[in-house]
């Protein structure tokens, strides 16, 4: 199975990635560095004002929706190819929605298993930035990193979905068109197989927002909502009943990945601050650079940043071959998260007081980083489930793993 994203085949680059990474990331310094801050204190209004001002922008420059299928609207850049893209639109936290990378994997999913009618009402809307996705797995109720205890229920009557049930931290909710609810619709298959995605546009009766759940002091990202009997038509499933997980997994291997990238993106971002902090502040009658405990921060992380790049570009080309790539997609979930949050916690402790400011983007990153280590599953689940595998390869005289063996190559 090729599970890239778009109409990419395995193996397909263009040998103009470079030149396309270049212009996003001027696009990311030039236009939306300068906007940041305005963006983190504007209310809804002059923030959806602001980054409808960069959506055009990027539109007229030609680099909307990069990594879309072309079929739907995008400009069908092979998926290698945009890994490397992500990293720079990645230094923003803005940038995803301005360049129109947000909805990547709603796309995708409603291209491959939306019906007719959702294909048609939903998709050219959403990659043009009009039509804002969100998607509610997680409950308050149940210990979400294991979520075949989700407690959402989805039954079908008369030719309608009746679905039941809260979730929280969903990003994006409060201002979604449509939310892709995952719930139980099997009562009597395998646990793997008993849930469902269904969609549940966010006017339908009994759909309600019940409170912001914002994440460490920043507002206007996530909500717990409540579905109470909401009704939806049959066809509002998408794939086959019982293959909610399955589509889920689908979306998450190549989401992961850009994860990962732009993660490095905002690490090296930091990394920048940091040296330069470094070069520039003075102590005891030097430049701080020369401490060597300094410099220490400079290497580990300058160590951190390229041990990540490389496992990240593993996976992906892995994942580009049309293999799962689950390890390597557990491991670099980890190893960047965590990669990130040092990154940053270090070039904070350069800047001394001023790091923990708005005046550097330092303390928007360092929650945001906090956040990477729970989101997408939390650490330890990745963990537990990359050496379950592992293990498994050394089980009664198995042959276990040789590293060496896996090839890969970086472009
Ligand atoms: C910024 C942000 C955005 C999010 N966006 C969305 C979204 O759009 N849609 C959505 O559905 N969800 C979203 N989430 C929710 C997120 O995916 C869940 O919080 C996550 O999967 C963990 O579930 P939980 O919070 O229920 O933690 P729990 O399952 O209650 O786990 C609590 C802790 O227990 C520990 N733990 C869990 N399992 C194991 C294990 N096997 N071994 C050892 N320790 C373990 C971990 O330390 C974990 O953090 C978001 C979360 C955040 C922070």
Redesign the pocket.
């Given at each position: 199975m090729n599970t890239s994203p778009g109409n990419t085949k395995p193996g397909n680059t263009t040998a103009g990635w470079m030149a396309t990474r270049e212009r996003v990331k001027q696009f990311v310094e030039q236009r939306v560095y300068p906007l940041e801050q305005e963006l983190d204190s504007a209310n809804r209004t002059q923030r959806n004002l602001l980054m409808a001002g960069l959506m055009d922008a990027a539109k007229e420059e030609g680099l909307w929706a990069l990594g879309h299928p072309k079929e739907v609207g995008g400009q069908g850049m092979p998926f290698l190819d945009y890994v490397h893209v992500n990293e720079v639109i990645g230094r923003s936290f803005y940038a995803m929605q301005a360049l129109g990378t947000l909805s990547l994997q709603d796309s995708l999913m409603l291209m491959r298993y939306a019906s007719p009618r959702w294909r048609d009402q939903y998709l050219a809307p959403l990659v043009a930035g009009e039509t804002i996705p969100?998607?509610?797995?997680?409950e308050p109720a149940?210990?979400?990193?294991?979520p075949t205890q989700i407690e959402t229920s989805g039954k079908l009557q008369d030719g309608h979905w009746i679905i039941s049930g809260r979730?929280w931290?969903?990003?994006?909710a409060g201002d979604a068109d449509y939310t892709t609810v995952m719930c139980r619709t099997e009562t009597d298959a395998p646990k793997h197989e008993s849930f469902s995605l269904i969609i549940v546009p966010t006017n339908t009766s009994g759909f309600r927002i019940v409170r912001e759940t914002p994440?460490l002091g920043i507002h206007g990202?996530?909500w717990e909502i409540e579905l109470n009997q909401v009704r939806v038509p049959e066809d509002n499933l998408l794939g086959q009943r019982g293959k909610g997980f399955r589509i889920a997994q689908e979306r998450l291997g190549p989401g992961r990945i850009f994860h990962c990238m732009r993660w490095l993106g905002q690490a090296q971002r930091a990394f920048d601050l940091m040296c330069r902090r470094l070069n520039e502040r003075h102590a005891f009658g030097e430049p701080l650079s020369y401490k060597q405990l300094m410099q220490s921060h400079v290497f580990e992380s300058a160590a951190e940043i390229q041990a990540c790049r490389q496992l990240t570009l593993a996976a992906a080309h892995k994942l580009d071959a049309g293999e799962e790539a689950r390890e390597e997609i557990g491991l670099i979930k980890v190893v960047g998260a965590r990669m990130l949050h040092n990154v940053v916690d270090r070039a904070i402790q350069v800047h001394g007081a001023m790091g923990l400011t708005a005046d550097t983007p330092l303390d928007r990153m360092y929650r945001h980083a906090r956040?990477a280590r729970?989101?997408?599953?939390?650490?330890?689940?990745h963990i537990?489930s990359v050496a379950k595998r592992y293990l498994r390869l050394y089980k009664e005289g198995g042959p276990g793993i040789d590293f060496g063996e896996v090839q890969f190559v970086t472009k």
């Open positions: 969100s998607f509610a797995m997680t149940v210990a979400s990193s294991d979730k931290f969903i990003t994006g994440v990202g996530h956040e729970i989101y997408d599953g939390p650490d330890e689940v537990q």
